[in-house]
């Protein structure tokens, strides 16, 4: 009896625990994956549509307001760029994500191919905007504070006055110029840092010894 019970002991072995850093990752990339779509989206009509879009918006603003609303906004070409990579980006991630959290094998070479893509995509978004869009944005800002100031010059009946008023408009426009620009500099290093830790922790969950192992042991179907 001993014996039996000596003999059978290999055989009561516990089943190994799952590991769980491919939902955990797979699902962090659904979601990434759908807000980027989402984002993607909304360039994609904002490009397609842009001009519509102020015009609607607009209609029922000041000319001063409508002016700075305008300058504010990016090119439409380059939205609708942004928007198809983003739909494209997203896309890929999704179904690299959803193979992952299915313990698929080729999830590996999606994710790579996505975060790859997405390191070079990140450096030539972020030049583009620090070296075309930003001064853009900048030159149009001052273009529509020139013309409200030389409107409101018109119209003052006190040269005084219009002094005043004009240094007013100057120093408030210049205000919210600052703030946008670096409002929109710190909301990209954001989201460059995220990005590019989430693409860092994948990468070395995919590729690193053991969890590569992992990866290729998973059935393919």
């Not at 997203?90 to 959290?101: D, E, N």
């Not at 460059?192 to 070395?204: C, E």
Request: charged fraction near 15%; proline fraction near 3%; charge should be negative.
């Amino acid at each position: 009896m001993q014996d039996e019970m000596t003999m059978s002991a290999p055989d009561m072995e516990m089943p190994s625990k799952r590991s769980s850093w491919p939902t955990v990752l797979g699902i962090l990339g659904i979601v990434l994956a759908s807000l980027g779509l989402l984002g993607g989206f909304c360039g994609l009509l904002g490009g397609l549509f842009m001009s519509s879009l102020l015009d609607m918006i607009a209609s029922s603003m000041p000319e001063d307001q409508r002016a700075e609303m305008v300058a504010s906004m990016p090119e439409g070409g380059y939205m609708l760029v942004e928007g198809i990579a983003g739909l494209a980006l997203g896309l890929l991630l999704l179904v690299g994500s959803i193979r992952l959290v299915k313990r698929r094998s080729s999830c590996r070479g999606l994710l790579n191919t996505w975060a790859m893509v997405s390191v070079i995509y990140i450096i030539a978004s972020s030049t583009y905007q620090l070296t075309v869009v930003f001064p853009q944005m900048h030159e149009k800002m001052e273009a529509a504070q020139q013309a409200m100031v030389e409107a409101q010059h018109q119209s003052e009946s006190s040269k005084g006055e219009a002094t005043s008023t004009e240094h007013s408009l100057m120093e408030t426009s210049e205000q919210q110029k600052m703030s946008q620009q670096w409002g929109g500099i710190f909301g990209m290093g954001c989201g460059i840092v995220f990005n590019l830790t989430f693409i860092i922790i994948l990468l070395v969950f995919l590729n690193a010894g053991k969890y590569r192992t992992e990866i290729e042991s998973w059935d393919e179907a």
